[in-house]
């Protein structure tokens, strides 16, 4: 029985194993450094008292009572993919397929200490309620909310979780009636930040960001995080209370010390197929990866699912001795319900169109019924749906 082992227990690495569990033909290790998978997507509603902490995460032991891979909590330190070896703190392992899906490392800004991230390691995200729930007691308060990006990948970016916990805390302050008493900056390097969602998405945040009376600061390069603040590169300042940002994504640092090709920004190079050049066994799927595509293309979930999937399909092919592959291009796209704490957006971006519905109330139901539904698939407990 062929050993494959998966590095990582995100979306990407848990859909890898679940597929090739199902084939029942493998030995499949996962290792992961958390004994559970976190859903990102809806840890927005932590900060603002939605969501307790545990709402948010899936055990991995549950997942296994269906998929019964074998699952080691540990951390890797080197990948020695010539040697088909991987080092982790207390483990040494050998495999004959490697699936790297351990996401990405977040760019480190000058003072980012100074700052909490909703994208960041989930605790983070308790912080955060923590940190608001004081401004909260104290009834006032000046908060700024971003993200950035890496000039060496553009897909390495994340604004929506951005967009949403602003509207949800705009919300959530309003239903404490302090809203008035709160000024709330969003701010990002970019001149246009969601631009790459389509030609609906400025109008419709510039909308938003006005009527929830929302002051934005776009187009300057951050020069350094401070206690009180944040510092752009003409020396101007944005006083703040409480900063939140979304730095970029970047190559994770266990990766120079693995011998694997990467891109500039230090993702894993692969091709469609996901697998790694030079490589007949070794696959990258998820934030790890370099992608290549449009400009607008973004790291989201479904993308490092569907990448998951379809390593799983092509190595299952390798076995057989077919040719037949699947490629993760064809389903790049933009696709999020934005939510809003009262309301959403469906937004959708692909290859040959592009559109954002605006659904109030519903939407914000609609995004609660995703997580039930992205716990319950993961558990086996209902069946996935076609694209999702």
Known sequence: MKKI??????????????????????????????????LYPISIWIPVHKKEFDDVK?????????YPFKLI?????????????????????????????FGADKMQHKGIGNTLSICAKPEMALEIRDRLDL?????????????????????????????????????????????????????????????????????????M?????????????????????????????????FTM???????????????????AAGFIKVDDNCLVPGFTNVFAAGDIAAIEGAEWIAKQGHVAEQMGRNVAFNIIETEKGSSIRKGYKEHLSILCVMDTGNGAAFVYRGQKRSFIIPMP?????????????????KLGKFPRLPGM
């Open 245 to 263: 940002f979304i730095a970029a994504g970047t190559g994770p640092e266990v990766l120079k010390r693995s011998d694997l090709p990467l891109s």
């Open 73 to 101: 909590k540990d951390k890797v330190t080197e990948i020695r993919a010539t040697e088909n070896k991987v080092i982790c703190v207390n483990n040494t392992l050998e495999y004959d397929y490697l699936i790297v899906a």
């Open 361 to 377: 109330y519903a939407g914000h139901w609609m995004k609660k019924g995703w997580g039930i539904y992205s716990r319950l698939t």
């Open 5 to 38: 082992l998966i590095l990582g227990g995100g979306f990407a690495g848990l859909e890898s194993a679940i597929e090739l569990q199902k084939k029942n033909i493998f030995d499949i290790t996962l290792v992961s450094d958390r004994d559970y998978l976190y």
């Open 135 to 207: 401004l909260v007691e104290k009834k006032s308060g000046k908060i700024a909310l971003g993200f950035g990006g890496n000039p060496n990948d553009k897909s390495a970016v994340r604004g929506g979780p951005a967009f949403e916990l602003m509207f949800n805390i705009h919300n959530y302050l309003k239903s404490k009636k302090i809203r008035d008493n709160f000024e709330l900056t969003f701010f990002a390097p970019m001149d246009e930040p969601g631009s790459r969602m389509g030609k609906g998405a400025l109008p419709m945040l510039n909308k």
């Open 209 to 241: 960001f006005g009527s929830y009376n929302i002051k934005m600061r776009f187009g300057k390069k951050i020069k350094e995080f401070v206690e009180d603040g944040i510092v752009f590169e003409d020396d101007s300042k944005l006083d703040s209370d």
């Open 58 to 66: 899936v055990s991995i032991a549950d997942i296994q009572k269906k």
